[in-house]
């Protein structure tokens, strides 16, 4: 079963960046798309970002312009640039498949952005 361990959290200053990163048990090639998610305390866990295979990407109006997810298949990684934060985008973010695997969420890293 594949497992997924997201790295690359902490604490940010409004208009900061962040890097995060997601390393997979698997070779991340045969899933297809990858995404980013987040849960912030009290909201449903939303996607942030989505990769295929092809590159094509994918964003909600909330992060377009300031998230940018890439892809390292040859390290079974995916990335999450984060920039120009905002407080709203304080939240556990997870890595998954696209469509999610619902057992293989893994332990998430905590992104805050506060002054």
């Known amino acids: 079963q594949v497992q997924f361990v997201e790295s690359g959290g902490g604490l940010a200053k409004p208009g900061g960046s962040l890097r995060l990163s997601c390393a997979a048990s698997g070779s991340i090639i045969s899933f297809g798309a990858m995404g980013w998610y987040r849960q912030a305390p009290g909201k449903q866990r939303e996607y942030v970002a989505i990769m295929d295979q092809s590159g094509n990407t994918n964003y909600p109006d909330s992060v377009k312009g300031r998230f940018t997810i890439s892809r390292d298949n040859a390290k079974n990684t995916v990335y999450l640039q984060m920039n120009s934060l905002k407080p709203e985008d304080t939240a556990v973010y997870y890595c998954?498949?696209?469509?999610?695997?619902?057992?293989?969420w893994g332990q998430g890293t905590q992104v805050t952005v506060s002054s």
């Open positions: 998954n498949t696209v469509p999610f695997m619902k057992d293989n």
